[in-house]
């Protein structure tokens, strides 16, 4: 990936991740690093704190099944942009409540109660799995997801809710079908992170929900295709 190309008239900012540890985040990390950004990274295992040091991030301890609302709002002191690319990963109806639904609805109050003015989200393809009757558990899933992307757009912040289609385990090609709508597909996690990592650089895209999948453009065509759309 061109870190360059994306970041050129970028601004660099102090960033709070959630999810830099996961499928998409631990190839976004790197990214945003390289881009200049100060960046806070949650993790939940103590084991996970050196390889975030290394890689030039703050790591930062808990777990989002038992950090409160003031947890939170001190960790968000004095950050200037919330990425959160997590997920429970269908590890249950309560840790899906709370993680792809209760928690990124939370940070949306914080952030507009503490002045952070921008928010990434990766939400999910509303059309993922329609045909495959995947159980009460998937569908429990997309409604959450659904909310706390309708609680975000609600917002007055300056938010981009990034929409991928089935993730596969990956890395980039940097190929990919990336719109306002699109019909269904996979996507590669390393695509999804390099959208993220492109987007995030260019902050003139903003309030826009946007699909991603696989495909044959080159992402940096897509990126300028969608910021001429802006």
Do not use: C
């Not at 939940?44 to 709002?73: C, F, N, W």
């Not at 200037?80 to 269908?90: C, D, K, L, Q, T």
């Not at 329609?130 to 997801?145: A, I």
């Amino acid at each position: 990936m061109n870190y360059e190309f994306f970041y050129q008239g970028g601004v660099m900012s102090r960033i709070f991740f959630i999810g830099a540890t996961g499928g998409v985040g631990h190839r976004l990390l790197p990214q945003l690093i390289a881009q200049g950004h100060e960046v806070t990274a949650l993790h939940r295992k103590p084991e996970q704190a050196d390889s975030l040091i290394h890689q030039g991030a703050k790591p930062v301890e808990g777990d989002m099944m038992s950090l409160t609302r003031d947890d939170y709002k001190a960790l968000l002191q004095n950050q200037e942009v919330i990425v959160f690319s997590a997920g429970a990963a269908g590890s249950g109806k309560d840790r899906t409540s709370k993680i792809d639904g209760d928690t990124p609805a939370l940070l949306t109050e914080l952030a507009e109660e503490l002045g952070i003015q921008r928010f990434y989200l990766v939400s999910a393809f509303p059309e993922a799995g329609r045909t495959k009757g995947l159980g009460e558990g998937f569908e429990h899933y997309m409604q959450v997801k659904k909310a706390a992307d309708a609680r975000l757009v609600k917002s007055s912040l300056d938010w981009v809710i990034l929409r991928p289609g089935t993730l596969l385990d990956e890395d980039a090609d940097d190929k990919v079908s990336l719109d306002y709508a699109l019909t269904y597909g996979s996507v590669k996690r390393g695509n999804v992170a390099n959208t993220l990592a492109a987007l995030i650089a260019k902050p003139t895209i903003s309030r826009q929900i946007i699909e991603l999948t696989d495909g044959d453009e080159p992402l940096s065509e897509a990126i300028e295709r969608l910021i001429t759309a802006a």
